[in-house]
C-alpha cells in the first residue's frame, strides 16, 4: 500500500466528514462519512454539485470567504447550513487549506466539515437561559425592594426584620415551587400549603384545604403566594389560628380550565377586632393581586373572621389549566 492509498484509507474510515475539491471548486473526493451525509453515490461524485445543498440564506454567508480562498489560495473557515440527505439542514464549519502540486500550482481547496448543530443549539439554550435568569432575578429584586420598602413604612423599627424575613419566606417558598417545576405552572394546592408551612400551619387540624386539580402559571403563582403568607400571618396573629377553637377553610372550585374562584374563611368563637388601619398586608391581599391577575378580589373583616376571596376569569390561556390529578 503506497501513502496515497493509506492516506485515502484513513479518510475513509474516519468519522470526520472530509473533502476534496480541484481548482474550480468542484468536488474530487468525499469521504464515507461526507458521502452518507449528502447521500452521494461514489459512482456519481462527478455529477454532484455540493453548493446545491446550501440552505439560501447562508449563500452570501459563504460565497465571500470561499471566492477570496480560492483567488488568493489562502485558509478559510466558516458556518454555513447545508441539507442533509435526510431533508434536515445542519451547521457545518468548513475549515479549509489550499492544496499545491510541487511546482508550486495550485490545485484546489481540501478540508473538513464539522457538524456544530447540536453545539450552536446547546449555546442558544444557554443564552436563553441566562436572559432568563436575569430577567427573573430582577424582577425578584423588584419585589424584594417593595416589599422592605412598605415593610418599613407599616413597620415599628423594632419589629421590621421580624416581619421582613417572615415575608421573604414566604416568598422564597412560592420560588422554590417554581424552581422544582422548572418555571411552569405550579399546583394551586401545593401554594397554599407551602405558605401554611411557613408559619408552622400545614398539618393544623383547624385547617381545611379542598378543591381540584388546578394549576397556576409562575406570574400569577408569585403574588397568590404573597397574598396567602399575609391571609395565613394575620390569622395566626389575629384570626382563627390564634384561637384554639378558630376554624380555616380554603377551598377553590374551577368552572373551567381557566376560570376559578380561591376562597380564604376564617371563623372564629369570638367577635373579631378590626384593625386600626390597612397596613401593608392589605395592599398584597387586595390591591396587587387585582393589578396582577385577570379578577374580582373580595376582602370582608366580618365578625367571625376573615373571609378573603380571588375570583378569576382569565384572559390569559396561561393563567391556569385544570390538571390531572
Same mark, same amino acid.
Given at each position: 500500500? &503506497?501513502?496515497?492509498?493509506?492516506?485515502?484509507? /484513513? *479518510?475513509?474510515?474516519?468519522?470526520?466528514?472530509?473533502?476534496?475539491?480541484?481548482?474550480?471548486?468542484?468536488?474530487?473526493?468525499?469521504? =464515507?462519512?461526507?458521502?452518507?451525509?449528502?447521500?452521494?453515490?461514489?459512482?456519481?461524485?462527478?455529477?454532484?454539485?455540493?453548493?446545491?445543498?446550501?440552505?439560501?440564506?447562508?449563500? =452570501?454567508?459563504?460565497?465571500?470567504?470561499? !471566492?477570496?480562498?480560492?483567488?488568493?489560495?489562502?485558509?478559510?473557515?466558516?458556518?454555513?447550513?447545508?441539507?442533509?440527505?435526510?431533508?434536515?439542514?445542519?451547521?457545518? @464549519?468548513?475549515?479549509?487549506?489550499?492544496?499545491?502540486?510541487?511546482?508550486?500550482?495550485?490545485?484546489?481547496?481540501?478540508?473538513?466539515?464539522?457538524?456544530?448543530?447540536?453545539?450552536?443549539?446547546?449555546?442558544?439554550?444557554?443564552?436563553?437561559?441566562?436572559?432568563?435568569?436575569?430577567?427573573?432575578?430582577?424582577?425578584?429584586?423588584?419585589? /424584594?425592594?417593595?416589599?422592605?420598602? &412598605?415593610?418599613?413604612?407599616?413597620?415599628?423599627?423594632?419589629?421590621?426584620?421580624?416581619?421582613?424575613?417572615?415575608?421573604?419566606?414566604?416568598?422564597?417558598?412560592?420560588?422554590?415551587?417554581?424552581?422544582?417545576?422548572?418555571?411552569?405552572? !405550579?399546583?394551586? *394546592?401545593?401554594? !397554599?400549603?407551602?405558605?401554611?408551612?411557613?408559619?408552622?400551619?400545614?398539618?393544623?387540624?383547624?385547617?381545611?384545604?379542598?378543591?381540584?386539580?388546578?394549576?397556576?402559571?409562575?406570574?400569577?403563582?408569585?403574588?397568590?403566594?404573597?397574598?396567602?403568607?399575609?391571609?395565613?400571618?394575620?390569622?395566626?396573629?389575629?384570626? *382563627?389560628?390564634?384561637?384554639?377553637?378558630?376554624?380555616?377553610?380554603?377551598?377553590?372550585?374551577?368552572?373551567?380550565?381557566?376560570?376559578?374562584?380561591? =376562597?380564604?374563611?376564617?371563623?372564629?368563637?369570638?367577635?373579631?377586632?378590626?384593625?386600626?388601619?390597612?397596613?401593608?398586608?392589605?395592599?398584597?391581599?387586595?390591591?396587587?393581586?387585582?393589578?396582577?391577575?385577570?379578577?374580582?378580589?373580595?376582602?370582608?373583616? @366580618?365578625?367571625?373572621?376573615?373571609?378573603?376571596?380571588?375570583? !378569576?376569569?382569565?384572559?390569559?390561556? *396561561?393563567?391556569?389549566?385544570?390538571?390531572?390529578?
Amino acid at each position: 500500500m &503506497n501513502d496515497d492509498d493509506l492516506a485515502i484509507a /484513513v *479518510a475513509e474510515t474516519t468519522p470526520a466528514m472530509l473533502w476534496m475539491g480541484d481548482e474550480n471548486g468542484r468536488c474530487l473526493f468525499l469521504n =464515507e462519512a461526507l458521502r452518507k451525509f449528502w447521500g452521494v453515490d461514489p459512482e456519481n461524485l462527478d455529477a454532484f454539485v455540493w453548493s446545491s445543498t446550501l440552505h439560501p440564506d447562508d449563500i =452570501e454567508t459563504l460565497q465571500a470567504p470561499f !471566492v477570496q480562498a480560492m483567488r488568493d489560495h489562502t485558509p478559510f473557515s466558516v458556518e454555513a447550513r447545508y441539507r442533509r440527505a435526510d431533508g434536515a439542514f445542519r451547521i457545518m @464549519r468548513t475549515q479549509a487549506n489550499p492544496r499545491f502540486d510541487k511546482a508550486g500550482r495550485f490545485l484546489g481547496m481540501a478540508g473538513v466539515n464539522i457538524d456544530v448543530t447540536d453545539q450552536r443549539a446547546a449555546e442558544e439554550q444557554s443564552r436563553y437561559l441566562l436572559g432568563e435568569i436575569n430577567h427573573r432575578t430582577k424582577n425578584l429584586l423588584a419585589v /424584594v425592594q417593595a416589599i422592605a420598602r &412598605n415593610t418599613a413604612r407599616s413597620s415599628l423599627p423594632e419589629t421590621f426584620l421580624d416581619t421582613f424575613a417572615a415575608r421573604l419566606s414566604g416568598l422564597a417558598a412560592s420560588n422554590d415551587l417554581l424552581v422544582a417545576q422548572d418555571w411552569s405552572s !405550579v399546583h394551586l *394546592a401545593d401554594l !397554599v400549603i407551602g405558605q401554611l408551612r411557613t408559619i408552622g400551619a400545614d398539618e393544623d387540624l383547624r385547617v381545611t384545604i379542598d378543591g381540584p386539580p388546578i394549576l397556576v402559571s409562575p406570574r400569577h403563582a408569585q403574588v397568590i403566594g404573597m397574598a396567602m403568607h399575609e391571609l395565613a400571618t394575620n390569622s395566626l396573629k389575629h384570626g *382563627a389560628l390564634a384561637h384554639p377553637e378558630g376554624q380555616l377553610r380554603i377551598a377553590w372550585s374551577g368552572a373551567s380550565d381557566a376560570n376559578w374562584v380561591l =376562597e380564604w374563611d376564617e371563623n372564629l368563637p369570638s367577635t373579631l377586632t378590626l384593625p386600626e388601619r390597612k397596613g401593608f398586608g392589605h395592599v398584597v391581599m387586595v390591591d396587587m393581586v387585582k393589578r396582577a391577575i385577570e379578577g374580582q378580589v373580595n376582602f370582608e373583616f @366580618r365578625p367571625s373572621g376573615v373571609l378573603w376571596r380571588l375570583t !378569576v376569569e382569565a384572559t390569559d390561556p *396561561a393563567t391556569a389549566t385544570t390538571a390531572e390529578s
